[in-house]
């Protein structure tokens, strides 16, 4: 149902409930220089059809018929037609996560499945029912790394997605939790020397993503030999949950935060997203979230309940693990379907693919004279140098109808003119040998 407050005084009214005096109260918290400050520059006075039809003209305008190399933990993959008509059933569509167990069999089961396939996944024991995202997931088990090891030292590879790592500044910030960020070398990999020095016994949790945010490959066991030597917990980050199609499962992590977009969840402007949380089965107390188990009635059948939840909704606040409250469920069971759809040997596949596509384009760079930076194994991105700077090769770039990546000048400034690019299986070879022109010839 859709609710729009059509008149000043109903504003009014719900300023007046929450006691504040007008919407700029309201949105104060937002940085001056983030609002919009004037009317949006649609038509008025019209009629509905008429706006729907504006709307679509104007998404057209926007930029049909653009091929995108951007990546940097939003990736275009192949969606199967029938994703959105499974999840557009009306079983599946509620304002809330139903999880009696009296009413609520298929969406427990489906929960119960998401688990299955997210341990298959990540070599863990246990997971939960999903998360908000892959930098929500983050900062929980980092908090859950605290938990358990009763610490609160952070150690964290600059190579980990920039904004997770803004997020769990934020999350942790009046947990005053210090956080030491550790560099990289020139192959692109974690400066393990420097992670070494970095972690203490006051260490709670070691942070590395693999693909790491340049693409390249990290050693999940060297990682995890450094964590535990001084009693800390290694916290596998993935961001593409694509590459676990070619690449070992983090075995050796203790906690597994993983983003589940590149299962099936389409690119849009933000969001929404979906996260996973996996552990070893003796840190299940501490996990924070939802898990649905396996249970029979006193006939012998087969059923699904809510086995564990540690939110303050089910316990006592004070012994609540987290007061993160959603599982994403329907982005959750639209990454379900698509694992089910693609099922181990389709994943293995479609990461073939995916790796394949950037090792092409990242050799066609080389060969055209473009200087590919980070020589370790990568899966499908890569980070090149330009020639100039990016805002000169923009006109040709878009004449050509190419989005040619992520720009690192605002995080990793001292990289200069590099670009993050990314190949995935949708992107024809012509497109790839399009881009390579460009930014060689121009």
Same mark, same amino acid.
């Given at each position: 149902?859709?609710?729009?407050?059509?008149s000043?005084?109903i504003?009014?009214?719900?300023?007046?409930?929450?006691?504040?005096?007008?919407?700029?109260?309201?949105?104060?918290?937002?940085?001056? #220089?983030?609002?919009?400050e004037?009317?949006?520059?649609?038509?008025?006075?019209?009629?509905?059809?008429?706006?729907?039809?504006?709307?679509?003209?104007?998404?057209?305008?926007?930029?049909?018929?653009?091929?995108?190399?951007?990546?940097?933990?939003?990736?275009?993959h192949?969606?199967p037609?029938?994703?959105?008509?499974?999840?557009?059933?009306?079983?599946?569509?509620?304002?809330?996560?139903?999880?009696?167990?009296?009413?609520?069999?298929?969406?427990?089961?489906?929960?119960?499945e998401f688990?299955?396939?997210?341990c298959? &996944?990540?070599?863990?024991?246990?997971?939960?029912a999903?998360m908000?995202?892959?930098?929500?997931?983050?900062?929980?088990? /980092? &908090?859950?790394?605290?938990?358990?090891?009763?610490?609160e030292?952070?150690?964290?590879?600059?190579?980990?997605?920039?904004?997770?790592?803004?997020?769990?500044?934020?999350?942790?910030?009046?947990?005053?939790?210090?956080?030491?960020?550790?560099?990289?070398s020139?192959?692109?990999?974690?400066?393990?020397?420097?992670?070494?020095?970095?972690?203490?016994?006051?260490?709670?949790?070691?942070?590395?993503?693999?693909?790491?945010?340049?693409?390249?490959?990290?050693?999940?066991?060297?990682?995890a030999?450094?964590a535990?030597?001084?009693?800390?917990?290694?916290?596998?980050?993935?961001?593409?949950?694509?590459?676990?199609?070619?690449?070992p499962?983090p075995?050796?992590?203790?906690?597994?935060?993983?983003?589940?977009?590149?299962?099936g969840?389409?690119?849009?402007?933000?969001?929404p997203y979906?996260?996973?949380l996996?552990c070893?089965?003796?840190?299940?107390?501490?996990?924070?979230g939802?898990?649905?188990?396996?249970?029979?009635?006193?006939e012998?059948?087969?059923g699904?309940?809510?086995?564990?939840s540690?939110?303050?909704?089910?316990?006592?606040?004070?012994?609540?693990?987290?007061?993160?409250?959603?599982?994403?469920?329907? /982005?959750?069971?639209?990454?379900s379907?698509?694992?089910?759809?693609?099922?181990?040997?389709?994943?293995?596949?479609?990461?073939? $693919?995916?790796?394949a596509k950037?090792?092409?384009?990242?050799?066609? /760079?080389?060969?055209?004279?473009?200087d590919?930076l980070?020589?370790?194994?990568?899966?499908?991105?890569?980070?090149?140098?330009?020639?100039?700077?990016?805002?000169?090769?923009?006109?040709?770039?878009?004449?050509? $109808?190419?989005?040619?990546?992520?720009?690192?000048?605002? #995080?990793?400034?001292? =990289?200069?003119?590099? =670009?993050?690019?990314?190949?995935?299986?949708?992107?024809?070879?012509?497109? &790839?040998?399009?881009?390579?022109?460009?930014?060689?010839?121009?």
């Open positions: 149902m859709r609710y729009l407050p059509t000043d005084a504003r009014q009214e719900m300023l007046d409930e929450i006691g504040l005096s007008s919407a700029d109260e309201l949105f104060a918290s937002i940085p001056h #220089d983030c609002r919009l004037r009317p949006l520059h649609i038509p008025t006075g019209r009629a509905e059809a008429d706006i729907i039809a504006w709307f679509q003209q104007a998404a057209r305008d926007n930029a049909p018929g653009f091929t995108s190399f951007l990546g940097a933990g939003a990736y275009q192949f969606r037609t029938h994703l959105d008509n499974l999840i557009g059933r009306g079983e599946w569509f509620t304002a809330y996560t139903p999880y009696q167990p009296e009413i609520s069999q298929g969406t427990l089961q489906s929960i119960f688990q299955t396939m997210i298959q &996944l990540t070599g863990q024991e246990v997971a939960n999903g908000y995202d892959g930098s929500t997931a983050l900062n929980e088990a /980092c &908090l859950m790394a605290a938990r358990i090891t009763g610490r030292g952070l150690v964290v590879a600059r190579s980990v997605h920039p904004q997770y790592r803004q997020v769990l500044a934020t999350l942790t910030r009046n947990r005053h939790f210090p956080i030491a960020e550790i560099g990289y020139k192959d692109g990999r974690i400066d393990l020397t420097a992670l070494r020095a970095a972690v203490t016994d006051a260490t709670a949790a070691v942070a590395i993503q693999s693909p790491n945010f340049f693409g390249t490959i990290e050693d999940w066991n060297a990682a030999e450094i535990h030597a001084h009693g800390a917990l290694l916290v596998a980050v993935i961001a593409d949950p694509v590459s676990l199609g070619v690449l499962p075995a050796a992590a203790d906690i597994v935060a993983m983003e589940l977009q590149g299962f969840i389409p690119v849009g402007f933000g969001g979906a996260g996973i996996a070893r089965e003796k840190f299940v107390r501490q996990i924070p939802r898990l649905v188990g396996e249970a029979h009635d006193s012998g059948r087969r699904f309940v809510l086995t564990l540690t939110r303050e909704q089910h316990i006592r606040r004070e012994k609540a693990t987290s007061n993160i409250c959603t599982n994403q469920a329907l /982005c959750a069971l639209m990454a379907i698509f694992m089910a759809t693609y099922g181990k040997q389709g994943l293995r596949e479609l990461a073939e $693919q995916n790796h950037a090792a092409y384009l990242a050799q066609a /760079c080389a060969q055209a004279g473009l590919v980070f020589p370790a194994p990568r899966f499908h991105e890569f980070v090149v140098k330009l020639p100039r700077p990016l805002a000169q090769l923009e006109p040709e770039l878009y004449r050509n $109808q190419l989005i040619p990546g992520l720009p690192l000048t605002r #995080d990793y400034p001292e =990289l200069g003119e590099a =670009l993050l690019v990314c190949a995935t299986e949708i992107i024809p070879r012509e497109r &790839l040998d399009r881009l390579v022109s460009v930014l060689s010839h121009v």
